[in-house]
């Protein structure tokens, strides 16, 4: 079946240039979640979405990052006025929200700020 | 601080080694992943679980709750099995997960 859907896979932009980004979770996956890796770097926790609740914008790094998940679906992280610090991969993953739900992730959007 | 500690972070080996990978963590937790990632791929989850053991083809995955502590395991490894393996625990106050930094192997034909 299909699986964690992201868009683009490769992004490159200048700096100062507002970026979206397009993650489609798994067909009836409640949580949703944003990280993003730097080069050599581990995985850092960016915002999370469950249902209709609250998102969890603790990891965001500054006010530049939003995002949004529309119709408890489809999730777009927006990055404004995108420094070169920003680039990174860009990883969503999704589960169906439970606390033994397995965790899938998409593949990624690399994210270059020249 | 980080709520979870990989080991090594780095590790080369023969192919046919016995491999084991360890991570500890600090948080309360309700479950816990290893992730797979291969270079300029995306993320696999291996396996996850909350008590005792799994097994899956050649990779065994431990985890003990009292001393918060989980161990992979790759039996006769092989140049295949080289990629970056990711701790990842999902706190029992929430379903916030935090991650390791991962251990990159790479295995030697």
Redesign the interface.
């Known amino acids: 079946g299909a699986g964690v859907s992201q868009s683009p896979s490769n992004k490159v932009t200048e700096k100062g240039k507002d970026v979206e980004l397009r993650c489609d979770p798994i067909s009836g996956h409640t ?1 949703l ?1 944003w ?1 993003r890796q730097s080069l050599g ?3 850092e ?1 960016l915002i ?1 979405f ?1 249902g209709n609740s609250a998102p ?1 914008k603790s990891g965001l790094p500054s006010d530049r990052f939003s995002a949004e998940r529309t119709g408890g679906s489809v999730s777009t992280l927006t990055i404004q006025r995108t420094q070169q610090e920003d680039s990174a991969v860009y ?1 969503c ?1 999704s589960s169906l ?1 439970q ?2 739900s ?7 959007t690399r994210l270059t700020v020249t | 601080k980080n709520e979870v500690e990989q080991s090594p972070q780095n590790l080369t080996a023969q192919e046919g080694e016995f491999i084991t990978i360890n991570c500890s963590y600090s948080v309360g937790i309700s479950a816990l992943h290893w992730l797979q990632q291969h270079p300029g791929g995306g993320i696999v989850s291996l396996f996850m679980l909350s008590s005792g053991k799994k097994k899956h083809g050649r990779l065994i995955a431990t985890i003990n709750i009292q001393e918060k502590h989980s161990s992979l395991h790759i039996t006769a490894s092989h140049p295949r099995d080289s990629a970056v393996y990711i701790c990842a625990v999902i706190t029992n106050t929430g379903n916030q997960f935090y991650f390791g930094t991962g251990t990159s192997l790479t295995v030697i034909p």
């Open positions: 949580a979640y990280y770097q581990g995985l926790f999370y469950q969890d990883l993953a929200g606390r033994y397995p965790l899938h992730f998409g593949n990624g």
